[in-house]
């Protein structure tokens, strides 16, 4: 079977490459889809539409421009990982995995065990809870080599 898989979450440590590249050391048939991990890149995606004097209404114009790539990454994919870490409070995070369970997309959630309450409805509509991206690579391993 093969995978559009779609990885949302935290983007200050490298567990997008470690799961890419886990799946593709296994020779798996995954496509893998992400937004902006650059946060420059993605503070300043709004910025075409033209100068803000305050930060709110520029991080707002790009965000709505952000979501454009994500909305579609969501919808077109067949599973998506959302990872929470520890350090910043991923809110756009949450949203994915909300906009996931609205759409009927089935959804892991990876984070340690220090989030379980505070992920408790995240983790109740999702389809696993991971802790490590190994974790995640089994399962996707398991998805897309059984038969």
Excluded at 61 to 72: E, G, L, T
Excluded at 90 to 104: E, H, M, R
Aim: hydrophobic letters at 40%; proline letters at 1%.
């Amino acid at each position: 079977m093969k995978l559009k898989v779609y990885l949302s979450g935290e983007i200050h440590s490298n567990w997008r490459t470690q799961i890419i590249e886990g799946c593709k050391n296994l020779g798996l048939d995954i496509t893998f889809s992400s937004a902006v991990t650059d946060h420059d890149a993605s503070d300043a995606a709004g910025d075409g539409l033209g100068e803000e004097s305050n930060s709110f209404w520029r991080d707002h114009k790009s965000a709505k421009v952000n979501a454009v790539r994500i909305k579609y990454s969501i919808e077109n994919c067949d599973l998506a990982i959302i990872r929470f870490g520890e350090k910043y409070k991923q809110w756009n995070a949450a949203f994915d995995a909300g906009y996931c369970a609205a759409l009927g997309k089935p959804y892991i959630t990876l984070h340690d065990e220090s989030l379980v309450h505070a992920l408790k409805e995240v983790d109740g509509s999702a389809q696993a809870w991971a802790q490590s991206p190994t974790q995640v690579i089994d399962i996707l391993k398991y998805l897309t080599t059984q038969a």
